[in-house]
């Protein structure tokens, strides 16, 4: 079980500023907190925790995805606009790289 990904998972359900994980351990921030209402919560996220956080990381794919475009693919794509406007012969090489990089993306997270 992932700590980061079981965090995230109540923090959907619960108020984060209500609990704090240690490890794999809930500890509310006010005996308020710790209520029958929110221990049922954390147990059935935890009783669901394989499927749950199958979705969540599926729900991921896209932002992630996302991030390494701008991260690694539009720099290059940058570079290719500013090669092109000025009529430069590597032009076409620096697309093809930025083409490259958006398909080596693409299949790291499928």
């Known amino acids: 079980m992932d700590a980061n990904i079981l965090c995230t998972l109540i923090a959907q359900r619960i108020n984060p500023i209500c609990f704090q994980l240690w490890g794999l351990d809930i500890h509310w921030m006010s005996p308020d907190f710790d209520t029958p209402e929110n221990r ?65 993306i693409k299949a790291r997270f499928e």
């Not at 992630?64 to 290059?76: F, G, L, N, T």
């Not at 290719?80 to 076409?92: N, T």
């Open 40 to 104: 049922a919560i954390v147990e059935e996220v935890i009783k669901n925790y394989t499927e749950l956080a199958a979705a969540y990381e599926l729900a991921q794919i896209p932002i992630k995805r996302e991030a390494m475009y701008v991260a690694e693919a539009d720099p290059i794509h940058n570079a290719y606009l500013s090669l092109r406007d000025a009529e430069h012969l590597d032009a076409d090489k620096k697309k093809q790289e930025w083409l490259d990089k958006r398909a080596e």
